[in-house]
Each structure stands twice: as structure tokens, then as C-alpha cells.
């Protein structure tokens, strides 16, 4: 989530008004998913639109800076300061192997059953082709980097 805006917070860097629009339709989104209804979902699926977004937020900051090279590296260090997008799942898309990762969650061997990565993380070659495979955390479907 973005810090709160106050007196003393730090005015944006110059080319935050062009992004601006973008940032503010993803949290729209995550507010509406807040308000919605859970009822009839698992306690993990409630959960899985937000990881979702914030996951979404993050790739288009990731794209900006590193892509298409739109964004000064001011404006990405501060939109990182700031909560705009995870620098660690950044960071970790930068390496060989997570360039799809979809959270963090999915590569700690802890929070999984036989101290093992997730099941998403699993190429879709070497999974049956008629099972359905989601992430219990997050509701990915699939972010090995060879699918």
C-alpha cells in the first residue's frame, strides 16, 4: 500500500503525473475488492484479487523502468520508497529463473507443505494436462519461467 500523504511528505519526482492515473485505477481496484463479499470463498480465495493487483502494480512499475526505460530512476526509487510496488518481488524478477514469479510467498520453502516451493512454480510440461494446478497463497495458475 502507498504511505498516506501528509504536510511533510516529499512532493512526487517530475514524471509521476503521467503515471498517476494508472496507480490510481489500481487502487481503485483494490478498494472495490475490499467491499466486495466474501462470503462462499476459502479464506485463502478472498485474498487472491489483492495479491493479484498489487502483483499487476508492481509488473507495470517493473515495465516502466526497466522495459521501456519511461520512468527516471528518481521516480522508480521513490514509487518504491513510497509502496507503490514490492521492490523485493522487483528484485527477484531480475534473476534468472523468477521472471514470471507471481509473490514471494511461492518460493519460501516454509510456507509450503514439505518445506518444497510451490506447486505453481512447477513447469506445466511436467504436470498432468488435465489437472487444474492453483497456488493455495495466491491463486496463480502458473509462473515457472520455461511454461
Not at 503525473?17 to 462462499?40: P, Q, Y
Not at 518481488?89 to 529463473?97: N, T
Request: a positive charge; one cysteine or more.
Amino acid at each position: 500500500m502507498p504511505r498516506i500523504k501528509t504536510i511533510r511528505t516529499k512532493k512526487p519526482p517530475e514524471g509521476f503525473a503521467e503515471i498517476e492515473d494508472t496507480l490510481l485505477e489500481f487502487a481503485n481496484r483494490l478498494r472495490d475488492i475490499e467491499t466486495t463479499s466474501h462470503e462462499g470463498k476459502r479464506k485463502n480465495e478472498s485474498l487472491w484479487p489483492v495479491f493479484q493487483i498489487t502483483h499487476q502494480r508492481s509488473r507495470y512499475i517493473y515495465d516502466l523502468y526497466y522495459t521501456r526505460e519511461a520512468i527516471s530512476s528518481e521516480l522508480y526509487q521513490w514509487l518504491l520508497k513510497q509502496g507503490y510496488a514490492d521492490g523485493n518481488l522487483i528484485a527477484k524478477w531480475k534473476k534468472q529463473g523468477y521472471e514470471k514469479l507471481c509473490c514471494l510467498r511461492c518460493i519460501q520453502a516454509k510456507e509450503n507443505t514439505f518445506n518444497a516451493t510451490c506447486i505453481c512454480r512447477v513447469p506445466k510440461s511436467k504436470l498432468d494436462k488435465d489437472k487444474v494446478v492453483e497456488c493455495v497463497t495466491c491463486g496463480c495458475r502458473g509462473c515457472a519461467s520455461s511454461d
